[in-house]
């Protein structure tokens, strides 16, 4: 029974991932044959590539702006939908319905909103004497943009903490508010505890996600004129950076060295919130 | 068992790789051409492939037609799985990139000269088909670097139109001066190099040595050149980047427009205010006009197994036929002879001397396939940065041209 699955696991995940950890040793360029180069690809990337930090920086900043902000706005609509209201069914669904909505085409729509001169969001500040700023051509508002962008697409975040909101106890929920415990409390003293081991899943997926993010930044750099990455690299992110290599410039080996360093990254950051969720996530079984 | 299962597998991938292909049913040839989607010239296209197809009835075109902006990524795809199709786009831009894969087409355009006449083409154009003593594709158009200008501004404000004779100064004055409350006297193309490195030539310097193994942008010409491209936005008479009309020249409210691409001609046509005709660009210090020439061609892959039919295709994508059909949906006529027919001629631009003015000075870009990384990955976001930030050109080149040496350093070294 397990053949067929270990099977597809050496084709297609396994073997594809040696091949890549080969190529980054190599000059591979698709048309020809891969001669190997020892470490030039990394030492390339790592010394002397003028992009390679940047998109490790911008993504580093866009992971910190947008998963705290993803996830506070996830969850207070968690919490706004948990309450007995009517047409809560319907609200959900309105509130999850971004997410189903293609990055692309979300990042054209954001890239309107935002477009300096007519865009929606500068046209709403004018309304009250604010001159916004070049969102899509200053490399100072570019990234935040994409992190304005991305609290949107929460809808995933917030089904999960709905249901672990669902799962927060009753009683001891009852027992704090006969008790006299105001909201604030029951849900600091209560609530929040059971809720950590959603908030860190929620936190894992999120940084994964934000480390890979690719789809939103690429359509926005390319409805907006700026450019892939643009302006001035501001909205490089790691993964776009990747991407331009492989299949822009059809650099494999240079391509494949990004890939298997981000694999170290993301192993190494997912490595240390495990480390440091001891001292914050609560462990129904250890307690 | 598992012997047959191999010899089916092997057989599998044996006919995926066959370079061997038989006629169809009706005994016609099939030439497969790799189309980059253009809503503006598709039904053109499908009208000239079903008269070459009623012309040749032994060859089926069969158009794979693929979004523009993945159209390399999906070329050396295709080419790396060792199916690369018979004929292709492959402007000179992309030629230094593509020749690996090209079909030299010398000893056909030699047998062919007649009919593929060469000498049809402008000056400027035949250099470029004949780049290196070889010909490795016919071309179908062609963009020149241009100054566009509004007509209705200029006279609104009493100014005499741009002439031939202009220099850096007269269009700075110029744009100072129709730049009004609504007004802009000019644009400022950012996103890639059609402007900036104009200006760069302009002042006599380049972004490559002539051997293009070392970046020179940080030279004080070169310099120069980015300066006088900043100090558009400085001296107020063109937007900073993100400011000023989204849809730009065509919004009617810019007078010039440095270094537009001939490909707007339709648009702006349909614009129905836009009073707009153009002029060679203005000489820099240099005495360069600096503006680029860059051809849009199709060439057959080396492998092709209908080489022949599909040199027919090519010819006739490049014959007089086509050129007018081309010029018909808005293109600058690449023939000299469809060229003197005047078929658009009540048509803006009217200065059609223009075009032959900065076809004299127009410069290629450089023969390199590093050119387009370097200029777009290595460049851009540096004079991205001098347009939007407190960063001065001087600085701007420096930074550029080191990144720049930095890359033909370690390509040359074998990273990849």
Same mark, same amino acid.
């Given at each position: 029974?397990?053949?067929?699955?270990?099977?597809?696991?050496? !084709?297609?995940?396994?073997?594809?991932?040696?091949?890549?950890?080969? @190529?980054?040793f190599?000059?591979?360029? $698709?048309?020809?044959?891969?001669?190997?180069?020892?470490?030039?690809?990394?030492?390339?990337?790592?010394?002397?590539?003028?992009?390679f930090?940047?998109?490790?920086?911008?993504?580093?900043?866009?992971?910190?702006?947008?998963?705290?902000?993803?996830?506070?706005?996830?969850?207070?609509?968690?919490m706004?939908?948990?309450?007995?209201?009517?047409?809560?069914?319907?609200?959900r669904?309105?509130y999850?319905?971004? /997410?189903?909505?293609?990055?692309?085409?979300?990042?054209v729509?954001?890239?309107?909103?935002?477009?300096?001169?007519?865009?929606?969001?500068?046209?709403?500040?004018?309304?009250?004497?604010?001159?916004g700023?070049?969102?899509?051509?200053?490399?100072?508002?570019?990234l935040?943009?994409?992190?304005?962008?991305?609290?949107w697409?929460?809808?995933?975040?917030?089904?999960?903490f709905?249901?672990?909101?669902?799962?927060?106890?009753? +009683?001891?929920?009852?027992?704090?508010?006969?008790?006299?415990?105001?909201?604030?409390?029951?849900?600091?003293?209560?609530?929040?505890?059971?809720?950590?081991?959603? $908030?860190?899943?929620?936190?894992?997926?999120?940084?994964?996600?934000?480390?890979?993010?690719?789809?939103q930044?690429?359509?926005?750099?390319?409805?907006? =004129?700026?450019?892939?990455?643009?302006?001035?690299?501001?909205?490089?992110?790691?993964?776009?950076?990747?991407?331009?290599?492989?299949?822009?410039?059809?650099?494999?080996?240079?391509?494949?060295?990004?890939a298997?360093?981000?694999?170290?990254?993301?192993?190494?950051?997912?490595?240390?919130n495990?480390?440091?969720?001891?001292?914050?996530?609560?462990?129904?079984?250890?307690? | 068992?598992?012997?047959?299962?191999?010899?089916?597998? #092997? !057989?599998?991938?044996?006919s995926?790789?066959?370079?061997?292909?038989?006629?169809?049913?009706?005994?016609r040839h099939t030439?497969?051409?790799?189309?980059?989607?253009?809503?503006?010239?598709?039904?053109? /296209?499908?009208?000239?492939?079903?008269?070459?197809e009623?012309?040749?009835?032994?060859?089926?075109?069969?158009?794979?037609?693929?979004?523009?902006?993945?159209?390399?990524?999906?070329?050396?795809? !295709?080419?790396a799985?060792?199916?690369?199709?018979?004929?292709?786009?492959?402007?000179?831009?992309?030629l230094?990139?593509?020749?690996?894969?090209? #079909?030299? @087409? /010398?000893?056909?355009?030699?047998?062919?000269?007649?009919?593929?006449?060469?000498?049809?083409y402008y000056?400027?154009?035949?250099?470029?088909?004949?780049?290196?003593?070889h010909?490795?594709?016919?071309?179908?158009?062609?963009?020149?670097?241009?100054?566009?200008?509004?007509?209705?501004?200029?006279?609104?404000?009493?100014?005499?139109?741009?002439?031939?004779?202009?220099?850096?100064?007269?269009?700075?004055?110029?744009?100072?001066?129709?730049?009004?409350?609504e007004?802009?006297g000019?644009?400022? /193309?950012?996103?890639?190099?059609?402007?900036?490195?104009?200006?760069?030539?302009?002042?006599?310097g380049?972004?490559?040595?002539?051997?293009v193994?070392?970046a020179?942008?940080?030279?004080?010409?070169? $310099?120069?050149?980015?300066?006088?491209?900043?100090?558009?936005?400085?001296q107020?008479?063109?937007?900073?980047?993100?400011? =000023?009309?989204?849809?730009?020249?065509?919004s009617?409210?810019?007078?010039?427009?440095?270094?537009?691409?001939?490909g707007?001609?339709?648009?702006?046509?349909?614009?129905?205010?836009l009073?707009?005709?153009?002029?060679?660009?203005?000489?820099?210090? #240099?005495?360069?006009?600096?503006?680029?020439?860059?051809?849009?061609?199709?060439?057959?892959?080396? #492998?092709?197994?209908?080489?022949?039919? +599909?040199?027919?295709?090519?010819?006739?994508?490049?014959?007089?036929?086509?050129?007018?059909?081309?010029?018909?949906?808005?293109?600058?006529?690449?023939?000299?002879?469809?060229?003197?027919?005047?078929?658009?001629?009540?048509?803006?631009?009217?200065?059609?001397?223009?075009?032959?003015?900065?076809?004299?000075?127009a410069e290629?870009?450089?023969?390199?396939?590093?050119?387009?990384?370097?200029?777009?990955?290595?460049?851009?976001?540096?004079?991205?940065?001098?347009?939007?930030?407190?960063?001065?050109?001087a600085?701007?080149?420096?930074?550029?041209?080191?990144?720049?040496n930095?890359?033909?350093?370690?390509?040359?070294?074998?990273?990849?």
């Amino acid at each position: 029974m397990i053949a067929p699955a270990t099977l597809g696991l050496l !084709l297609f995940t396994l073997g594809p991932m040696l091949i890549s950890l080969y @190529l980054s040793f190599t000059d591979y360029d $698709v048309v020809s044959k891969p001669n190997f180069v020892g470490l030039a690809n990394y030492h390339y990337l790592l010394m002397a590539d003028p992009s390679f930090w940047v998109s490790v920086k911008v993504t580093a900043m866009y992971a910190v702006g947008s998963v705290p902000l993803g996830l506070f706005a996830a969850l207070m609509v968690a919490m706004l939908l948990n309450l007995d209201i009517p047409f809560k069914g319907a609200f959900r669904t309105l509130y999850y319905l971004p /997410t189903l909505l293609p990055a692309t085409v979300s990042g054209v729509l954001w890239a309107w909103i935002f477009q300096p001169t007519d865009g929606l969001l500068n046209r709403m500040l004018a309304q009250v004497g604010v001159t916004g700023p070049s969102w899509t051509q200053s490399p100072s508002w570019a990234l935040p943009a994409l992190v304005i962008m991305s609290i949107w697409s929460y809808g995933g975040s917030m089904v999960i903490f709905l249901a672990g909101l669902q799962e927060s106890p009753k +009683a001891l929920n009852e027992a704090a508010a006969l008790d006299g415990a105001n909201a604030w409390h029951r849900f600091r003293i209560v609530t929040w505890p059971a809720l950590t081991p959603v $908030v860190f899943f929620n936190l894992i997926m999120g940084l994964i996600g934000a480390m890979k993010a690719f789809d939103q930044a690429f359509s926005f750099g390319q409805s907006n =004129g700026a450019g892939i990455g643009g302006p001035a690299r501001a909205t490089l992110f790691y993964v776009l950076n990747l991407y331009t290599k492989a299949f822009e410039h059809f650099h494999m080996g240079l391509a494949s060295a990004m890939a298997w360093i981000l694999f170290a990254i993301i192993g190494l950051i997912t490595f240390l919130n495990f480390r440091l969720s001891k001292r914050w996530v609560y462990d129904e079984a250890a307690s | 068992m598992r012997l047959l299962n191999w010899a089916i597998v #092997s !057989l599998v991938l044996a006919s995926g790789c066959s370079h061997h292909r038989t006629a169809d049913a009706n005994g016609r040839h099939t030439v497969i051409w790799l189309y980059p989607i253009d809503v503006g010239t598709q039904e053109m /296209t499908k009208q000239l492939v079903a008269k070459f197809e009623k012309e040749n009835p032994d060859i089926h075109i069969e158009v794979q037609s693929v979004p523009g902006s993945q159209y390399q990524t999906k070329l050396k795809t !295709l080419v790396a799985a060792g199916e690369a199709p018979d004929v292709f786009v492959c402007g000179d831009v992309y030629l230094a990139y593509l020749k690996p894969f090209l #079909s030299d @087409l /010398t000893d056909l355009a030699t047998r062919d000269a007649k009919e593929v006449n060469i000498e049809d083409y402008y000056p400027a154009v035949q250099k470029l088909v004949k780049r290196d003593g070889h010909i490795y594709f016919l071309p179908q158009w062609f963009n020149v670097s241009l100054l566009y200008y509004n007509k209705k501004l200029f006279d609104d404000a009493k100014e005499p139109y741009p002439t031939g004779s202009w220099t850096w100064e007269d269009y700075a004055r110029t744009a100072k001066r129709l730049t009004s409350k609504e007004i802009w006297g000019s644009t400022v /193309t950012t996103g890639w190099w059609g402007e900036w490195l104009t200006l760069v030539h302009g002042a006599g310097g380049d972004l490559f040595n002539s051997e293009v193994t070392k970046a020179t942008l940080d030279t004080p010409e070169a $310099v120069k050149g980015l300066s006088f491209y900043r100090d558009a936005i400085k001296q107020g008479f063109a937007p900073s980047p993100g400011n =000023g009309p989204s849809t730009g020249f065509a919004s009617g409210k810019f007078a010039m427009d440095y270094g537009g691409h001939v490909g707007l001609w339709a648009t702006y046509r349909q614009i129905p205010n836009l009073d707009w005709d153009i002029e060679a660009l203005p000489k820099g210090p #240099s005495g360069r006009r600096g503006g680029e020439i860059s051809l849009t061609a199709l060439g057959i892959s080396k #492998s092709s197994p209908e080489r022949e039919s +599909a040199w027919k295709f090519v010819k006739f994508m490049s014959s007089q036929e086509s050129i007018r059909a081309h010029v018909d949906r808005g293109y600058l006529a690449i023939r000299r002879s469809v060229a003197a027919e005047k078929r658009d001629k009540d048509l803006a631009p009217k200065n059609r001397g223009a075009v032959e003015r900065a076809l004299e000075s127009a410069e290629p870009i450089p023969s390199s396939k590093d050119f387009i990384e370097i200029a777009l990955d290595l460049v851009q976001p540096e004079i991205d940065r001098m347009l939007t930030e407190n960063i001065s050109p001087a600085q701007a080149a420096k930074r550029a041209s080191d990144a720049a040496n930095s890359f033909l350093r370690a390509t040359n070294g074998g990273a990849k």
